[in-house]
C-alpha cells in the first residue's frame, strides 16, 4: 500500500513569496490533515478535511494560508505572503475515518525555509 | 496553551534496558492517548495507543500506561533496542473533537 506523498521534500523562498504544497492521502482515507512543525515542536493541525469539506480550520491563519482538497482526494496547501516564522516542516497526514481513535499516517513532509 | 506536554527533551539508555518516556496532559476530555516515532527527514510513524478505558495496552516491547487520577501516561519499551533511536511524540484527542494534540517530543538514544 502507498502512503502519504508529498511534494516538493524541500523548498527555500523569501519572505512575501507565495509557496504551495501538494498532498496525496492514501487511497481510500476520507480525511486529510495538514500540520505544520515548527523546530524543537509537536506537530500543530493548521486544517482538517472530510472528503471535500473542511472540518476544522480553526488554527490556519487564513490571513495568507489557504487549503483545498478538490474531489476530496490531493489537497494543496498554499501560503501567501511568507513570513519568515512559517520556517517549519509541513506535514500531511490521512486516516481512514476522523475522530480520536483513527490512526493517522504521515508524508515526509515538506521543509520550508523562509528568507 | 500547551495540552499535551513532555518535559524531557532527550533520554539516554543502553541497548537492552528499558527505556520510559512520560507524558502528562491537562484536558480531561481526552479519550485517546497515542504514541508516534519520528526518525529523521520522515513523517510520525504511529506507535501504540491506549484509551482513556484502559489503564494499559502492550504490543511486543512496547507497553503504554494510563494514570487518569494523575493525567500521565508513559511508553516503556523493552528491552530497548538502538533501532530504537528516534524522537516519541506523545499525542491526545477527544472522541468529540478532531485534532491530535501532540507533546514536544522526546529524542531517545539507545547505545549499544
Known amino acids: 500500500e502507498a502512503g502519504v506523498a508529498q511534494s516538493p521534500r524541500y523548498k527555500i523562498i523569501e519572505k512575501r513569496q507565495s509557496v504551495a504544497f501538494w498532498c496525496n492521502p492514501i487511497?481510500?482515507?476520507?480525511?486529510l490533515y495538514w500540520y505544520q512543525q515548527i523546530l524543537g515542536q509537536g506537530p500543530k493541525l493548521l486544517i482538517q478535511?472530510?472528503?471535500?469539506?473542511?472540518?476544522?480550520d480553526s488554527q490556519l491563519p487564513k490571513d495568507r494560508f489557504s487549503a483545498e482538497r478538490l474531489k476530496g482526494v490531493d489537497s494543496t496547501l498554499k501560503i501567501q505572503p511568507a513570513k519568515l516564522e512559517d520556517s517549519a516542516v509541513y506535514l500531511c497526514?490521512?486516516?481512514?475515518?476522523?475522530?480520536?481513535?483513527?490512526?493517522?499516517?504521515f508524508g515526509p513532509g515538506t521543509r520550508l525555509t523562509v528568507l | 496553551d500547551q495540552q499535551v506536554k513532555q518535559n524531557s527533551p532527550s533520554l539516554s539508555v543502553q541497548e537492552g534496558r528499558i527505556s520510559i518516556l512520560n507524558c502528562d496532559y491537562t484536558?480531561?476530555?481526552?479519550?485517546?492517548f497515542l504514541w508516534y516515532k519520528k526518525y529523521p527527514a520522515e513523517g510520525p510513524t504511529f506507535l501504540i495507543s491506549?484509551?482513556?478505558?484502559?489503564d494499559k495496552n502492550e504490543d511486543g516491547r512496547f507497553t503504554v500506561f494510563l494514570n487518569k487520577s494523575a493525567k500521565h501516561l508513559s511508553l516503556h519499551i523493552v528491552p530497548s533496542q538502538p533501532g530504537d533511536s528516534a524522537v516519541y511524540f506523545c499525542?491526545?484527542?477527544?472522541?468529540?473533537?478532531?485534532?491530535?494534540?501532540f507533546g514536544k517530543g522526546t529524542s531517545l538514544l539507545v547505545t549499544p
Open positions: 497526514a490521512s486516516s481512514v475515518t476522523s475522530g480520536g481513535a483513527g490512526e493517522q499516517f
Open positions: 487511497s481510500g482515507h476520507a480525511t
Open positions: 478535511f472530510q472528503n471535500n469539506g473542511v472540518v476544522d
Open positions: 484536558n480531561s476530555m481526552f479519550d485517546y
Open positions: 491506549i484509551s482513556s478505558i484502559k
Open positions: 499525542a491526545a484527542a477527544s472522541n468529540s473533537g478532531y485534532a491530535l494534540n
